[in-house]
């Protein structure tokens, strides 16, 4: 499973943002041990629940192990640097496009 982030949203469903996490630690729940969470080191209240996950979790973003940077962007996609630890581990291309500035 990968957590990208997690805010108070649908407010017609939840009742407050405590009600949003509950959720959250019910979906996390359900990853096997043998399982693995991919987390955003980045966003505090996933890196809150990760730290409560029973399954394997690799983080990535500024302050995690893994990272991706867009080189460029093509007809096909969007090409990532992927790196972990500071490695450098290749490119990975997916066909989704990403706006760059």
């Not at 407010?11 to 943002?17: E, L």
């Not at 509950?22 to 991919?38: D, E």
Request: cysteine-free; glycine content about 6%.
């Amino acid at each position: 499973m990968i957590l990208t982030s997690i805010e108070y949203d649908h407010a017609d469903i939840y009742q407050d943002f405590e009600a949003v996490k509950r959720a959250f630690r019910q979906l996390l729940a359900l990853i096997p041990k043998q399982g693995i969470l991919i987390a955003n080191a980045d966003d505090a209240v996933v890196r809150e629940m990760a730290s409560d996950s029973r399954s394997r979790v690799e983080i990535y973003g500024k302050e995690g192990r893994w990272s991706a940077s867009v080189t460029r962007v093509t007809p096909q996609g969007t090409v990532f640097q992927l790196q972990r630890a500071g490695e450098t581990l290749g490119e990975l291309e997916i066909p989704l496009w990403a706006i760059t500035t």
